[in-house]
């Protein structure tokens, strides 16, 4: 059974960068999606990006300058660093693994079958 | 990019069946058969319930269903039961290999 974990300060201060880890156990990062969303208290999920095990990334373009997202294979890890953060940030970021779509030649990243169980990040001096 | 659109909340007594709507655009929703939806309790993580439109992971009950018609897609549950009461999202690809919720919807067991 895949888990998923994240890890990193739960207390960012404005301007600052948010720096967060996934460790995925039970299973290889290798050849999958892994994605990052956040949900703000008492709002909706946003998609923040995803990384390939190649290390290829996506970004929301909303929040594209400012994001970037790596992977560790060696470690079954992979980060999400948010920079420049403001209290607009705060939220419940979770780590989560997209399933591999296939059509007409490609794969895409589509949904999310396994979730962590989210940290909470506060943006706050 | 918008949110795709969701009724903030539905409400059904037991037994009965309800439908959520997720409506979006001819970018996304409209265009392809990649939506998703997921079920998320108060304070946890969510859970993937129905991919790919119509079709359900292991485990998910099948009185959990999807559809899909133009730019709107749904997600019926039947014979509802006390431990669906919780937060349901719609998740579309929209191009550009980039994806969008819904706002979500909270549903309420009378």
């Known amino acids: 059974q895949v888990q998923l974990q994240e890890s990193g300060p739960g207390l960012v201060k404005p301007s600052e960068t948010l720096s967060l880890t996934c460790t995925v156990s039970g299973g290889s990062i290798s050849s999958y999606y892994w994605n990052w969303i956040r949900q703000p208290p008492g709002k909706g999920l946003e998609w923040i990006g995803y990384?390939?095990?190649?290390?290829?990334?996506n970004y929301n373009p909303s929040l594209k300058s400012r994001v970037t997202i790596s992977v560790d294979t060696s470690k079954n890890q992979f980060s999400l660093n948010l920079s420049s953060v403001t209290a607009a940030d705060t939220a419940v970021y979770y780590c989560?693994?997209?399933?591999?779509?296939?059509?007409?030649?490609?794969?895409?990243?589509?949904?999310?079958?396994?979730w962590g169980q989210g940290t909470l990040v506060t943006v706050s001096s | 990019q918008s949110a795709l659109t969701q009724p903030a909340s539905v409400s059904g007594s037991p037994g009965q069946s309800i439908t959520i709507s997720c409506t979006g655009t001819s970018s996304d929703v409209g265009s392809y058969n990649r939506v998703s939806w997921y079920q998320q309790y108060s304070g946890k993580a969510p859970k993937l319930m129905i991919f790919?439109?119509?079709k359900r992971p292991s485990g998910v009950s099948n009185r959990f269903s999807g559809s899909k018609s133009g730019n709107t897609a749904s997600l019926t549950i039947s014979g509802l039961q006390a431990e669906d009461e919780a937060d349901y999202y719609c998740c579309s690809y929209a191009g550009d290999d980039s994806l969008l919720f819904g706002g979500g919807t909270k549903v309420t067991v009378l």
């Open positions: 989560a693994r997209g399933r591999k779509y296939y059509s007409s030649g490609y794969y895409y990243n589509v949904d999310f079958d396994y």
């Open positions: 990384i390939y095990s190649s290390g290829f990334t």
């Open positions: 790919e439109v119509t």
